[in-house]
């Protein structure tokens, strides 16, 4: 069983108050106990390192929520967004979400399907980056994925038109009541503009900043490309290259 990394103490974070004018000590609030590395790991593919790391910060209660991440989307002619958000699920082939078609990344990723995300999960110093195209999920798989969600969730969708304009946040919480007496737990369906997408990845980096600056890069190689002596066969279709930080 890998050691997990523990957070300081509050107060021993606390006790030299010029740290947190100071951003240079930042990183000693963070014990890593962990003595393994990237190439230590017994996995040469992306998803189950990523799997790994992730069951990792799931097991860490100071982390609010390991899902959480940062996705950035573009317009077609380059003009980028980007924004944290939860990530719905994610298995071998795909990270997926979900968003109103009519909100800035959904007209976004209409325009421009490339997409980039990034986890951050503070406490292990660890980062993921992953690159690749955006897909449409079909509706009768974003109909099943809604009809999971919590009545709670399912409530707050119909209570927003993503990213227009309001005239306070009393009218979220009226049209809130509103909906709340139109859907009983059972039976809510899914607004006909909030689709779920799927982020496929062709590019997936990992960093972890306290194991020598540690930074692995995983990729989808080109048709036809020949290795050289700085990438290295993975597993499952994908190479790997270690980069400087």
């Keep these: 069983m890998l050691e997990k990394t523990r957070l300081l103490p509050f107060n021993q974070v606390t006790k030299n108050k010029t740290r947190f004018s100071d951003l240079s000590g930042l990183k000693d609030f963070f014990l890593d106990e962990k003595k ?28 609010i929520n390991p899902l959480i991440a940062c996705l950035a989307t573009s317009t077609r002619t ?48 660890r ?50 009541n509103q909906k709340r007496k139109m859907f009983n737990p059972a039976s809510v369906p899914r607004p006909s503009n909030l689709g779920w997408f799927a982020l496929v990845p062709s590019v997936v980096e990992f960093w972890q900043i306290k194991q020598k600056k540690e930074r692995v890069r995983y990729r989808k190689p080109s048709p036809g490309e020949v290795l050289d002596k700085l990438t290295h066969q993975g597993e499952k279709g994908w190479v790997y290259e270690y980069m400087e930080p």
């Design 36 to 63: 393994y590395t990237l190439a230590d790991m017994p996995y040469k593919d992306p998803y189950n390192i990523f799997k790994m790391w992730f069951q990792e910060a799931k097991e860490l209660s100071d982390l």
């Design 78 to 125: 380059g003009v980028p967004s980007v924004r944290y958000m939860l990530i719905d699920s994610f298995n071998e082939h795909s990270f997926k979400f979900f968003t109103f078609h009519t909100s800035r990344k959904g007209k976004e990723l209409k325009e421009n399907p490339l997409a980039s995300m990034c986890f951050f999960w503070a406490p292990f110093l």
């Design 127 to 176: 980062t993921v980056r992953i690159e690749g195209h955006v897909e449409q999920l079909p509706d009768a798989v974003a109909d099943e994925l809604f009809d999971k969600r919590s009545y709670e969730s399912q409530i707050n969708m119909h209570c927003s038109s993503q990213s227009e304009r309001v005239t306070s946040c009393k009218v979220l919480m009226e049209r809130e």
